[in-house]
């Protein structure tokens, strides 16, 4: 996301003056309701769906992951690298190739 | 999210040969997956929650919404903007500052 | 679900003190969390689940029902019933008949 | 739920056709989205909700874990019984009395 879109989200929160109700935890149940509204685009079917829907589903949850990035002051970037280290850890290419296992049964 | 870090996901994803898993649907699942255990931070307590488990699970979400948007060839900023045109017009400053209200009970 | 396990679940709880725990707030984020366990059984694909762990994911999510249901004093089938009330008006036969569409777009 | 419930659920889906639908991976995904709307109804505040939105939604996702148990041919007091025992060897009352740890972390 570049600068631009990220102060408009931010503007977008302090303009309405919704810092307030922007708990972590708050803001975890959001993140989770979004993703579930993404789901649902592809409730009864995995093939048929509407990708406007989908766009805007999906737009909502990176919104509200912005808004927990900056609630906790956390760097996206850090916390993805931090979490892809361990993935690579996790996931080493000679095992996990071509493999939809969890870590835990590869 | 940088370019360096995209494309260390596009690789993870690449080198594994899982892009065969990412279908949309699954991604969503993934997505609404994660979305939950970040919510499981938060859990019994709003307030006394691990910030390591947090960052951890907001990187997954973020993660598998960067795989999404490769799938579909969507433009972050574009989607994301896209969307804030819509929420600036649904939620008027006017309305809704100070109000946690959903706009179809503003 | 029988009295006897009613009863089961209600001692479980009691004899761990945890109706502290049981609001209405954390046990909605407790029945959602246990929704994805489930659907994580069905991650990656729709065919290839472990029957075992749908089992005890779809059992833990009746148990939080089931301690919802008692924390608000409601009775189950009250309020399925009233619920399909509101089903069977929606999805009228004559027009649902075979098809996934949601009501609003029937 | 009793007889008279149950049988007015699988007559509702009969009676549409719906059985093609209601494959264990697409019942996850509607139990999964409905937990979603109930943890809605407490998304910013965990006291202000409305109850009878609460109890639609509890409902919901009801009606639909018997849908999936119908469908795998699960006796609900039976799988509930057995996750019980699990619990109860999980968190023995000695250890997780008035705490809300995790197991794991007992």
Redesign the interface.
Known sequence: ??E??IN??RK?TE????D??H????L????????????????????E?N?DE???E??????Y?RN??DK?E?D??M??????D???AK?P?SK?????KKYNKL
């Not at 303009?15 to 919704?18: A, I, K, N, V």
């Not at 708990?23 to 708050?26: G, L, Q, V």
């Not at 999906?58 to 919104?63: E, S």
């Open positions: 996301m570049n631009q879109t408009r989200i977008f303009d309405r003056d919704w307030q109700f708990t972590p935890a708050n975890a149940k959001a993140i989770s309701i979004e993703a579930s509204e993404l789901l649902e685009c592809f409730l009864w079917s995995d093939t769906y990708i989908v766009k805007e999906l737009a909502d949850i990176m919104v992951c927990l990035l906790l956390l996206e970037d916390i993805v690298n931090a979490k892809m361990k993935n690579e996931y290419v996990a190739k071509g493999s939809s």
